[in-house]
C-alpha cells in the first residue's frame, strides 16, 4: 500500500524507490500497488521503467493480470515499440489472460501513429483479427482507426469504417464526424464534408468549433476565402458555438497565404473583442505573412509584440524569420537566427535546417549548405528525401553533376524513397542538361520519371 499512496501523493519516482526497496527487503508488492505505478510512468512516456517494473514483477512472481498487460501494452504502443507489445500479447495468452477489446484499441493505436508503410495495413488487419476472436469493436476502436486513415490521406477508408461501424450497431459521436470532415476537408473534398456536417446534425449531434474549424480549413485550402469568411462570420453573429483561437488562426493563416494582410489584421483585432487572445501560432501567421510581403518592419514589430505579451517564440517562429531571410539571399543572418533559437533552448528541426541548406543552394554556395548538413546531423537529424532533394539539385545547377549524382545514389542507399520533386530534378536539372544518371552501376530510366 506504500507503492500506491506513493502514486497518489509523491508521484512514480517515489513509488518506483519504494517497489525497489520492496525487493531488497523480501516484501512482494501487490497488483493494487504496482499497476496504478505503471500506469503512472507509462502516462509519462517512462517506457523503460515501465519494461523494469514489468519484468521485475514476473521475477518476484507476482502474475500480471488483464490491467497490468494493458498498460505495458499501451506504454509500448505509445513508444512506437510494436514488436515488444506483440511479445506482451503472446505472453498473456500464454498465462491464460485472454485480450480484450482495450488491448487491441492499443495496439490499433500504436499502429496508427507509427510512421513507415503498411503501418495502416498492420491496424486494419488487427481489427480483422479482433473481430475473429470474437471481440467486438467499439466506437473507440473505429475513431482510432478512421484518424490513422485520414491522417494517412485516405479518407476513403475512414468512410468505409463510418460505414462499418454503423453496420454493427455502433453510433458514431462527435469526434468520428470531426475527423472524418477534418479528413475530406485537408484533401480538398469540402462538399463531402459539408455533406457530413448536416448528415451530422440530422442524427441530433450539435458540430461544435473543432467541426466548423475543419470547414474554414477545408475551404481557404482550396482559397475559397469567401466561403470560409462566411462561414466564420455565421459562427460570431449567431453564436452557434464558442469561438476558440483555433478558428481564428485558421482565417488568418488563409488571409495570410493569400497576402491579404488587411483581412488578417482585421480578424485579430476581432479577437479582442471576443475575449479570445493571440497565441504563438497568431503571431506566427501574421509574421510570416509580412515577411512574405516584403514587410520586414512589420514583421518584426510583431515578434516584439509577441514577446511583449509574454508569448515565447517555437520552432515555427524561427522557422519563419529563418525563411525569409534565406528567400531574399541573407543565409549568414539566417545562421544567427539558428544560434539564437539554440540559445533559447529551441531545438531546430529538419525544417530549419533544411530552409538553411535550401538557402546556401540557391546562392550557388552547395559547399555551404553541405556543412550545415554535418551540423545537422550531428544534432541527431538524418538527412530526409527533402535535405537530399535540395542537395542534388544545388550541385546540378552550378554543373557539378557527378555529386549531385552521389547524392542520388546515397539517398537511395539510405532507403529514401525519390518523390515527385526528386523526379523532377533528375529530369530537367540532369536528363535534359545531357546527364544521365548512374544509380548504382545501372543508367537511370528516364521513362519512370513522373513530369
Do not use: W
Request: aromatic share 6%; proline share 3%.
Amino acid at each position: 500500500m506504500l507503492i500506491l499512496a506513493s502514486v497518489k501523493n509523491g508521484g512514480p519516482d517515489l513509488a518506483l524507490e519504494g517497489f525497489r526497496r520492496a525487493r531488497d527487503y523480501g516484501l512482494k508488492p501487490s497488483l493494487i500497488s504496482c499497476n496504478p505505478m505503471l500506469s503512472a510512468l507509462a502516462n509519462e512516456c517512462r517506457i523503460g521503467d515501465v519494461e523494469f517494473v514489468y519484468k521485475e514483477m514476473i521475477r518476484r512472481k507476482l502474475a500480471p493480470n488483464l490491467i497490468t498487460y494493458n498498460t505495458v501494452i499501451s506504454g509500448f504502443g505509445k513508444a512506437g515499440k510494436l514488436n515488444k507489445a506483440i511479445d506482451v500479447v503472446e505472453n498473456m495468452k500464454i498465462n491464460g489472460v485472454s485480450p480484450n477489446v482495450v488491448t487491441y484499441n492499443a495496439l490499433i493505436t500504436g499502429y496508427c501513429k507509427k510512421g513507415g508503410p503498411g503501418r495502416m495495413y498492420k491496424a486494419d488487419m488487427l481489427l480483422k483479427e479482433m473481430v475473429d476472436s470474437g471481440i467486438s469493436p467499439n466506437v473507440i476502436t473505429y475513431n482510432i482507426l478512421i484518424d490513422g486513415f485520414c491522417k494517412d490521406d485516405n479518407a476513403a477508408a475512414g468512410i468505409r469504417l463510418l460505414k462499418e461501424m454503423r453496420a454493427r450497431g455502433l453510433t458514431p459521436c462527435v469526434i468520428t464526424y470531426n475527423t472524418l470532415i477534418n479528413g475530406l476537408c485537408g484533401g480538398g473534398r469540402i462538399e463531402e464534408g459539408i455533406r457530413l456536417r448536416d448528415e451530422m446534425s440530422e442524427s441530433g449531434l450539435e458540430p461544435n468549433i473543432g467541426t466548423y474549424t475543419a470547414l474554414i480549413n477545408g475551404f481557404s485550402k482550396k482559397n475559397l476565402l469567401e466561403e470560409a469568411r462566411e462561414l466564420f462570420d455565421e459562427i460570431i453573429e449567431k453564436g452557434v458555438v464558442s469561438v476558440n483561437v483555433l478558428a481564428f488562426n485558421s482565417l488568418i493563416n488563409a488571409y495570410c497565404k493569400a497576402g491579404r494582410l488587411e483581412e488578417a489584421v482585421y480578424i485579430r483585432n476581432l479577437m479582442s473583442e471576443k475575449t479570445v487572445s493571440p497565441n504563438v501560432s497568431t503571431y506566427n501567421c501574421l509574421i510570416g505573412g509580412y515577411y512574405e510581403d516584403g514587410n520586414t518592419e512589420a514583421a518584426r514589430k510583431l515578434l516584439e509584440e509577441m514577446e511583449e505579451k509574454g508569448l515565447v517564440p517555437d520552432v515555427v517562429t524561427y522557422n519563419v524569420r529563418i525563411n525569409a531571410m534565406c528567400d531574399i539571399g541573407e543565409t549568414r543572418k539566417a545562421v544567427r537566427i539558428l544560434d539564437e533559437m539554440r540559445k533559447k533552448g529551441v531545438n531546430p528541426s529538419h525544417v530549419t535546417y533544411n530552409a538553411l541548406i535550401g538557402g546556401y543552394c540557391k546562392q550557388g554556395n552547395p559547399n555551404a549548405a553541405l556543412t550545415l548538413r554535418k551540423r545537422m546531423e550531428r544534432e541527431g537529424k538524418r538527412s530526409n528525401v527533402v535535405t537530399y532533394n535540395l542537395l542534388i539539385k544545388g550541385f546540378s545547377e552550378i554543373g557539378k553533376m557527378e555529386e549531385a549524382n552521389g547524392f542520388l545514389n546515397e539517398m537511395l542507399e539510405k532507403g529514401f524513397v525519390p518523390n515527385e520533386i526528386t523526379y523532377g530534378i533528375i529530369k530537367e536539372e540532369m536528363m535534359d542538361k545531357g546527364f544521365a544518371p548512374d544509380i548504382d552501376g545501372h543508367m537511370y530510366n528516364g521513362s519512370s520519371a513522373k513530369t
